[in-house]
């Protein structure tokens, strides 16, 4: 965490030393988010297959779907919806063979569930799992619709101008500046 806002610190500073008076929240990380299809995904389970109308997943026996993903993670949302029935289906969340994960899909209509998660980046494996199926007292099944992996960008943005910052600097304003500034820490 102290990395982070020492990460913002010094690129708020970069852009101050670079004549850029940015505010705060574009030194932020951002974020980028990558769609995922659900009928794009492997399926493995004796019953999961692609609808009929080719824009969901059903899950109607335990099951999975899974992706590639090249990045960093640290949120991955499921769009489903689920039977109705007395039960909820549950969706688990895997990254890399690890549970980071999982939640009831509640809604019989398409509904946005979030995962919160930390993964740094390279190259991971998604995996979303349908383990408690049920067919009594009702039929209990899980419709996928996409994926939508959310990503932080951990890196500062680059100051235009090549300049190396050391502690001192930060509460001076700057090698042989004559400008107080100081760095907050929020």
């Not at 990460?7 to 574009?26: D, M, R, S």
């Not at 998604?126 to 990503?151: G, M």
């Not at 300049?163 to 760095?183: F, K, P, W």
Request: with cysteine; net charge negative.
């Amino acid at each position: 965490m102290l990395a982070c806002l020492m990460c913002a610190a010094l690129c708020v500073y970069g852009a101050f030393l670079a004549g850029q008076h940015t505010p705060l929240q574009e030194a932020r990380a951002a974020t980028q988010e990558t769609l995922i299809q659900a009928e794009s995904m492997s399926l493995t389970g004796s019953v999961v297959r692609v609808t009929s109308a080719g824009n969901e997943v059903v899950f109607y026996t335990n099951g999975t779907a899974s992706a590639s993903y090249s990045g960093s993670l640290s949120k991955v949302t499921l769009a489903a919806r689920a039977s109705s029935c007395a039960t909820s289906p549950l969706a688990e969340v895997f990254v890399d063979g690890a549970k980071v994960g999982q939640t009831p899909i509640t809604s019989q209509a398409l509904q946005n569930y979030p995962v919160a998660l930390s993964k740094a980046s390279g190259t991971h494996q998604i995996q979303i799992e349908y383990q408690n199926d049920a067919s009594s007292p009702c039929d209990v099944n899980l419709w996928l619709d996409k994926v939508t992996l959310t990503s932080a960008d951990d890196a500062c943005p680059t100051p235009s101008a090549n300049t190396i910052i050391g502690a001192g600097d930060i509460a001076t304003g700057g090698v042989g500046s004559t400008n107080d500034a100081t760095a907050k820490l929020i």
